[in-house]
């Protein structure tokens, strides 16, 4: 699994960029979800946000130096790793070498996860990793504050082409083609238009998302669009369904995040979000409330307190049941829940004779 936390609203553009040329270095701004004036009314009007890197492909010459500007006004959480050629990124959440141990639940029950192995955040990525200067034979990696990445520059002095990623988001990445100098690259007028391009094509993709429909007895958590594009919301955020009935929630098709459907009480559930503030998230907010691969059987006397939770889903969990999660509503009632990672997201399951 590799995300975390909160959706990215970032500072204003610059008025220009600096020119390339033979005679000096320069250097070129790209931005970890847009810049601020178009992201921040993005997350206002839609409530999404956008895990990419905005100029997604940055042409440079040697010597040239690349600005990640990470500055967030909503909390957005990024990392730059730049491994070695055709090299991957770094997990975010890794085995401990240790087993879930003495986890239980609310009536002192132990969860079936203990035995399994424990989590935590992977410690290399809390620090920077090789300096601010990249020539393709050592990873550059800015590392994880407990915020977003704020101008984190790197110099590139090897010509060829580079790919990078962000450690929290499976799926985000852009590239770096760093050309000879005296080479020919795009002017700063040119980098501003592929960044409103690319802004515009976000826009559109978030209000044709919005709206699209959800199959029946099913809760898309979140929705998301090509290249990164997430809507942090419960879609439906109420569904009305008959006891009996099997609710599916799932992630979208080409979701770049990680999410819980989490019941149970409220306080519960805020102590469980708490612990994906590091360092290790609780077993409970990572695992499924009961093993895979057959549904939950959710009633208000669950684990002894109505809690009952899909676990963490997305596309890279470390945990079973990675892609969608199935809770059975057998007792008619109200069930609220939300989502461990973005508390925010929240929605509620009304469940009738």
Known sequence: MRRLLSLPVLLAVPAALM????????TVTVY?????????????????GINSFLINKVVINVGDTVKWDGASLAGGFHSVDIPVPHGKDLPLIIPTGAKVAG???????????????????????????????????????????????????????TAGTFKYFCDVHPGMGGVVIVKHRGATVPTAKENAAELTSEEQKYAKEAKLTIKSAVPANEVSLGKSGPGGLELFAM???????????????????????????????????????????????????????????????????SHGNGFGSTGALDEDSATPNPVFGAITFTTPGTYNYSCLVHPFMRGSIVVTQ
């Open 103 to 157: 986890a239980n639940d609310a009536a002192g029950s132990p969860f079936w996860f203990n035995g399994l192995p424990a989590l935590s955040f992977n410690g290399v990525l809390f620090k920077a990793l090789g300096g601010h200067s990249y020539k393709g034979s050592t990873r550059v990696d800015s590392g994880l504050p407990v915020g977003p990445v704020a101008n984190f520059k790197v110099k590139f002095t």
């Open 235 to 301: 879609f439906p955020s109420t569904l009305t369904v008959k006891a009996g009935t099997t609710v599916k929630f799932s992630m979208s098709t080409n979701s770049r995040e990680v999410h819980t459907a989490t019941f149970g009480p409220a306080a519960y559930v805020a102590a469980l979000a708490k612990t994906f503030a590091g360092p290790a998230p609780a077993a409970a907010a990572l695992y499924p409330s009961s093993p895979p691969p057959g549904p939950i059987v959710l009633t208000p006397a």
């Open 19 to 26: 020119f390339s040329s033979v005679a000096s270095a320069h």
């Open 32 to 48: 970890a979800g847009g810049a601020g004036k178009f992201a921040l009314p993005l997350q206002q009007r839609y409530g999404a």
